[in-house]
């Protein structure tokens, strides 16, 4: 065997498993960067459930549309991998009457 036969032996492997740890690495990156976005909008989500949940509490009710708005967005949140913290405030607002009135149809 010559010494370019060795050095393609050796070289071939090396540069393959160069190759493997970089798209290893950069799939890694990726993963650390989609949990990051997905923490960051599981917070906003939770955010704007509880402004919701706390507008609807003081005004003793939550129309329609502002129930199918919140089931929406706690869907969503539930998704993405929200704990059971908004479970309760979900229970709730369904719970609440759909008018001024006090009727809940």
Excluded: W
Excluded at 3 to 12: D, F, N
Excluded at 67 to 82: R, V
Excluded at 93 to 104: F, Q, V
């Amino acid at each position: 065997m010559n010494t370019y036969q060795i050095l393609s032996i050796i070289g071939v492997p090396s540069l393959i498993s160069t190759i493997i740890g970089f798209l290893f690495g950069y799939i890694m990156k990726l993963k650390r960067s989609d949990d990051a976005v997905k923490a960051g909008i599981r917070g906003l989500l939770m955010c704007r459930l509880l402004e919701i949940y706390n507008d609807c509490i003081e005004l003793g009710f939550a129309d329609y549309d502002t129930k199918q708005l919140f089931e929406s967005l706690y869907t969503q949140y539930h998704a993405l991998g929200g704990n059971g913290t908004m479970t309760g405030y979900y229970a709730r607002i369904l719970e609440l009457p759909d008018g001024k009135g006090g009727e809940n149809t």
